[in-house]
């Protein structure tokens, strides 16, 4: 054996903080990853690539000048929109049960009539969707036509657990 002792420098950093400081602990780790002490990183694997799409989305607007009315089968709708008689091809329309989206697509902007939380449900097969020159006719069949609607959307939430749920 021999005598020689095995001295350790004091880091100026143990001076100033303590030997059981923050900064005295992560020196140490920093010290076991170069003698190889700690546990290796783990390499990041690639799990999936995707393309980016660079072209920009079409800006839309909202149609809200339109009016309605309760009748005994159909629910109608009187929606103005100037020209439509010309570009009706342009015109999509998608029902649920509670709700319905039409879009009419435009060279520079789409304009799009959403409302969701009809007042009662609807019969999306036996609507259906006309046009004038400067007006489109949308008639609702009503699911229940012994139920009045007294509003076009419901006013609560009452019972309704989303737009398109069954009663």
């Given at each position: 054996?021999?005598?020689?002792?095995e001295?350790?420098?004091?880091?100026?950093?143990?001076?100033?903080?303590?030997?059981?400081?923050?900064?005295?602990?992560?020196?140490?780790?920093?010290?076991r990853a170069?003698?190889?002490?700690?546990?290796?990183?783990?390499?990041?694997?690639?799990?999936?690539?995707?393309?980016?799409?660079?072209?920009?989305?079409?800006?839309?607007?909202?149609i809200?000048?339109?009016?309605?009315?309760?009748?005994?089968?159909?629910?109608?709708?009187?929606?103005?929109?100037?020209?439509?008689?010309?570009?009706?091809?342009?015109?999509?329309?998608?029902?649920?049960?509670?709700?319905?989206?039409?879009?009419?697509?435009?060279?520079?902007?789409?304009?799009?009539?959403?409302?969701?939380?009809?007042?009662?449900?609807?019969?999306?097969?036996?609507?259906?969707?006309?046009?004038?020159?400067?007006?489109?006719?949308?008639?609702?069949?009503?699911?229940?036509?012994?139920?009045?609607?007294?509003?076009?959307?419901?006013?609560?939430?009452?019972?309704?657990?989303?737009?398109?749920?069954?009663?």
């Amino acid at each position: 054996m021999s005598d020689e002792k095995e001295t350790t420098e004091v880091k100026p950093e143990t001076k100033v903080f303590g030997a059981n400081s923050y900064h005295y602990f992560h020196d140490s780790v920093k010290e076991r990853a170069a003698n190889g002490d700690v546990a290796p990183m783990a390499q990041p694997k690639l799990v999936a690539t995707t393309e980016s799409s660079t072209e920009k989305k079409k800006p839309y607007k909202n149609i809200s000048k339109y009016s309605w009315s309760d009748g005994k089968k159909f629910v109608t709708l009187y929606i103005d929109f100037p020209g439509i008689g010309a570009i009706q091809d342009k015109v999509t329309i998608e029902y649920r049960k509670r709700s319905f989206v039409l879009k009419v697509v435009g060279d520079t902007t789409d304009h799009i009539l959403k409302i969701i939380r009809l007042s009662q449900l609807i019969n999306g097969e036996g609507s259906s969707l006309r046009f004038k020159d400067n007006q489109m006719v949308l008639k609702l069949s009503k699911d229940d036509t012994d139920k009045k609607w007294y509003d076009l959307c419901k006013t609560t939430a009452r019972g309704v657990l989303n737009s398109d749920s069954e009663e």
